[in-house]
């Protein structure tokens, strides 16, 4: 009985964290710091299947996958591997949610060469969720 119990209440605590998870999926557009305090359009389109993160990272030089994505509640990450003249090259991100429809991310460089950048993503308008009904009178 108490085994049922134990069970039960482990269930229902599994559940109310996964319900407070926050969502991702979707498109979400950033202004990104560039080089000389320009800054870069990037669109992120995201979808999540349980903690795994997969997507596009769309910026003015095209697509390009996001690898090892992974979500653990409100927080997520993933990898953006460059190329450029063979030389290879990764940009780790690291995000936490800020409300429903903004990201706060931070992203560093695999080569040390450059120090973090941070900027917030906000969900594209057709992929904001859908505003509560009004309660009916």
């Known amino acids: 009985m108490i085994r049922k119990l134990a069970l039960a209440a482990l269930l229902c605590v599994l559940g109310s964290v996964t319900a407070l ?13 560039g080089r000389n305090g320009n800054t870069m359009t990037v669109t992120f389109d995201f979808h999540v299947d349980g903690s795994t993160l997969t997507g596009k990272i769309t910026t003015a030089r095209g697509d390009m996958d996001i690898s090892n994505g992974k979500v653990d509640g409100d927080n997520i990450s993933f990898d953006q591997v460059m190329n450029f003249n063979g030389n290879s ?6 995000g936490t949610a800020d409300g429903a429809d903004a990201i706060k991310f931070t992203r560093a460089s695999d ?8 900027f917030t993503a906000k969900r594209a ?5 859908a505003a509560p009904a009004p309660p009916a009178q």
């Open 21 to 33: 998870a926050a969502d991702f999926n979707g498109k979400w557009t950033a202004d990104v710091p």
């Open 89 to 94: 090259f990764t940009l780790s991100y690291k």
């Open 111 to 118: 080569r040390g060469n450059r120090p973090p950048q941070e």
């Open 125 to 129: 308008a057709a992929d904001a969720p």
